[in-house]
């Protein structure tokens, strides 16, 4: 167990409609990051925050937006969504997420997105 | 731009036997971190080890070790005595001052009884 939850586990919807994912990191991370692994793909990067302001941003969809609270919890959410959205979402954190020298990523168990 | 490649697809090993994963990327940075996730069927994603660039010694967490060799950008890992838990899915990341990691496509490995 990471220490990193994501809820909810699985989620089916329907094209169109729009959901949100949640991510708490792991106690006294600051930083989270959030990923998308598409059936049999490696991990494509979507967006890390850090202390709530958004720090990198990267192969992210216009209709997907981000942002994490005061209390560190982040949230993903997903508009309009089409059939290859589809895919395991996963949050990740970490305790600074600096550049000099890097923390170790954590990653949550992720959020399973079918699109019907 | 930052790539990392994994050009083994699938892999398979006996039971107690080595199996090394490679590894490249590209990169115009000196300082940076590479690291193997493994992802089981359980699609959890786990740290299996970490290599600091400026780092020479090459990383070891117990039957895991790595072959960094930065004049080459490759970074390889090899599993000694490989057991059936072993079986899963292995991406190598990097990681610089742009803040983002960058995954490899991955490899299969299985673990044969």
């Known amino acids: 167990d990471s220490g990193v939850t994501q809820t909810p586990k699985h989620l089916i919807t329907a094209t169109g409609q729009r959901v949100t994912l949640r991510c708490s990191p792991r106690?006294?991370?600051?930083?989270v990051y959030w990923y998308q692994q598409s059936l049999d793909q490696g991990l494509q990067f979507l967006i890390q925050?850090?202390?709530?302001?958004?720090?990198a941003k990267g192969n992210i969809l216009e209709r997907f937006s981000a942002q994490q609270f005061p209390d560190l919890h982040s949230e993903l959410n997903l508009s309009s969504l089409e059939l290859g959205d589809s895919a395991l979402y996963f949050c990740?954190?970490?305790?600074?997420?600096?550049?000099?020298?890097?923390?170790?990523?954590?990653f949550g168990p992720g959020t399973r997105l079918t699109v019907l | 731009a930052q790539t990392v490649t994994q050009s083994q697809p699938e892999m398979s090993v006996q039971e107690a036997e080595t199996v090394t994963l490679s590894c490249t990327y590209d990169?115009?940075?000196?300082?940076?971190?590479l690291f193997w996730y493994k992802q089981p069927p359980s699609r959890q994603m786990i740290l299996v080890i970490r290599?600091?660039?400026?780092?020479?010694q090459n990383a070891t967490e117990n039957r895991f070790s790595v072959n960094f060799q930065k004049a080459a950008k490759s970074f390889s890992l090899k599993i000694s005595d490989s057991q059936l838990g072993d079986t899963a899915m292995y991406f190598c990341?990097?990681?610089?001052?742009?803040?983002?990691?960058?995954f490899g496509t991955g490899t299969r490995l299985k673990v044969l009884a």
């Open positions: 925050y850090y202390n709530g302001e958004e720090r």
């Open positions: 990341a990097f990681f610089s001052g742009t803040y983002k990691y960058i």
């Open positions: 990740a954190s970490s305790p600074r997420g600096l550049t000099r020298g890097t923390d170790t990523q954590y």
């Open positions: 990169t115009s940075e000196n300082n940076y971190y």
């Open positions: 106690s006294g991370d600051l930083s």
């Open positions: 290599q600091e660039a400026y780092k020479q």
